[in-house]
């Protein structure tokens, strides 16, 4: 439920209803808007009577919360969520552009990528370190010592750090190294991990689940924010459908109602969206144009050598034009890229 307090309701008449709906048992998420502040009560409010809260001092009114997920919701916080780390902002009118090699693979690899895409303007540098993949026998990441190849990168170019963890107990270690925290698809439902990563203050890049749905990908945004991170980007990366001409099918139109239905900002990766270099340029670029806070992008200085998703990544050449033209695109619906 949501109390909308009167405007000019005072700051004790908030705090009192605050204390009200938390001892009811509920959370209490205190918003407080340009006209009016808004407390949002969050849990399960089954049996708490509307009638309780609605008496209370200075209360305008109260209103259900009709979305499943309710933190995340543009009904509890109509304004978008900006996240910003060091180099890097998605939100606000500004693309994020997050890039690199699918995996680290040394140092040399990952430094040279960082230079040149933060020359091509990415504000973001991606690189897994712990990689999930379909077959144990496939390279599996270089895991602690990618995570430092990643810092030297970050130390040479400032480049903010994107990269996954794969596990809750690795949880610690990432987060020495990395400036955000990536939830990669295949955990997208791993719910100790999201409320793992919804205890410390990384924002988290939550990719969506090949199989979810666009509810369940809120769901999931959910445990985080619930867990007192504020700072989550949504990733569409792609879903699985009959086509089997492309990796996944990328649903652009997810970036339009994920903006109707939430705050949170919206990357798009069409590297894993498409899972062909050829495809990706037109897709990164329909993303730009659809409304996307920001995108995601594999580079590799070799894709050809590439120990993991060569076949889907841009070398520097195709990254620069790609930017080129999606520079455009922002500017052409009013953002920056
Ligand atoms: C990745 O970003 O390299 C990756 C493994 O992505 P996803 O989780 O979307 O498959
Ligand atoms: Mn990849």
């Not at 580079?299 to 050449?317: I, K, W």
């Amino acid at each position: 439920m949501i109390v909308v307090m009167k405007k000019g309701a005072s700051p004790e008449q908030v705090d009192h209803m605050k204390a009200k709906i938390q001892s009811l048992g509920l959370k209490a998420l205190v918003i407080v808007g340009q006209e009016r502040t808004v407390i949002a009560a969050i849990g399960d409010d089954r049996h708490t009577h509307r009638e309780s809260l609605e008496s209370g001092a200075g209360v305008d009114e109260v209103v259900p919360i009709l979305a499943p997920y309710k933190i995340a919701s543009t009904e509890v916080k109509p304004e978008p969520t900006v996240v910003r780390v060091g180099s890097l902002t998605v939100g606000n009118g500004r693309v994020g552009v997050i890039a690199g090699p699918c995996s680290v693979e040394s140092e040399e690899q990952i430094v040279s990528t960082a230079r040149f895409v933060k020359a091509a303007g990415a504000t973001g540098l991606r690189g897994g370190a712990f990689k999930p993949r379909t077959s144990p026998y496939s390279f599996q990441g270089l895991k602690e010592a990618g995570l430092k190849m990643l810092a030297a990168a970050r130390q040479e170019t400032g480049l903010a750090v994107v990269t996954e963890v794969l596990a809750a107990e690795d949880l610690d270690l990432v987060c020495e190294y990395a400036d955000v925290l990536q939830v990669g698809a295949r955990n997208m439902q791993n719910y100790r991990l999201l409320e793992a990563v919804g205890g410390v203050r990384h924002p988290v890049l939550l990719k969506r689940g090949p199989s979810a749905t666009i509810d369940e990908l809120l769901l999931a945004a959910e445990y985080i924010l619930n867990g007192g991170n504020e700072n989550v980007l949504l990733c569409e990366r792609g879903i699985r459908t009959f086509e089997s001409h492309t990796r996944f099918t990328l649903p652009l139109a997810s970036v339009s109602y994920l903006h109707l239905k939430t705050h949170l900002p919206v990357v798009v990766d069409p590297s894993h969206g498409t899972g062909h270099t050829a495809l990706v340029p037109d897709m990164a670029a329909a993303s730009v144009a659809a409304g996307a806070d920001g995108i995601i992008v594999e580079v590799h200085p070799d894709p050809e050598t590439a120990r993991s998703d060569g076949y889907q990544s841009l070398n520097f050449e195709q990254f620069e034009t790609m930017m080129d033209r999606c520079r455009r695109i922002a500017e052409a619906v009013g953002k920056e890229l």
